[in-house]
């Protein structure tokens, strides 16, 4: 196979695998009935102990597709930035909880839905890079998505007592630091051991993330 077909069969799949992250994204978008609903672990319930705070901190983040997928993916994004790589969920974590404290405080951030589902196209740009980008950029990224993501994450805690609100914060921090370090060892233990192009799959993943943020951009956007 000569270079000029391999580069179109490559180009082939990577169309393919961004078609089917849409695809994936629309039909997640179409069984989730209520947005609101889906962003609240608690099912709607207001956590009133510091173990159903706890709880309801621990589902947020993966009950709500956007934030799951961006975490992982700024896991994966880590694993190919430098030694210092893991600053990047480190400081969106930080700045989740910042988030969260601004709604609690009653600050009214514009469009947050709307810039949440950007940064999950956003970061997904960052990842499909062939060229790694800087880290101080990646780090104030991370920050100013934190800050939504965490705003959203504060819906579901306003008007609860001071013990649930506590652990609700550490339950989300503890858990998108759990998926964010497996997806960074994931991501860095594949980098060792592909060959020819490295980077590569995690390319791959950044396709599949960009499909599933424009599928929420879009749908945000249309209503």
Do not use: W
């Not at 799951?68 to 969106?92: D, E, H, Q, R």
């Not at 589902?117 to 997904?124: C, E, F, K, T, Y």
């Amino acid at each position: 196979m000569n270079k000029n077909s391999a580069i179109a069969q490559l180009s082939r799949k990577v169309i393919a695998l961004g078609f089917l992250a849409s695809v994936f994204g629309s039909i997640s978008l179409l069984l989730i009935p209520s947005p609101a609903l889906a962003h609240h672990a608690s099912g709607g319930k207001l956590p009133s102990s510091f173990a159903s705070g706890f709880l309801a901190g621990l589902g947020h983040p993966v009950i709500g597709i956007d934030h799951l997928v961006f975490v992982i993916a700024i896991g994966l994004l880590a694993a190919l930035s430098s030694k210092l790589g893991m600053v990047i969920p480190l400081t969106f974590i930080l700045a989740t909880a910042v988030g969260t404290g601004i709604h609690l405080q009653s600050v009214n951030l514009p469009i947050p839905e709307l810039i949440i589902s950007a940064s999950v196209l956003i970061v997904g740009i960052f990842l499909a890079k062939e060229n790694k980008t800087n880290l101080a950029l990646l780090i104030i990224i991370a920050a100013i998505a934190g800050i939504f993501h965490g705003y959203a994450y504060g819906e579901s805690i306003v008007g609860a007592r001071a013990n649930a609100v506590g652990a609700y914060l550490l339950g989300f921090c503890l858990i998108q630091l759990g998926i964010s370090a497996i997806a960074f060892y994931v991501g860095k233990s594949i980098l060792k051991r592909a060959s020819g192009s490295p980077s590569l799959p995690l390319r791959f993943a950044g396709f599949a993330v960009c499909g599933i943020g424009f599928a929420f951009l879009s749908s945000n956007i249309l209503g």
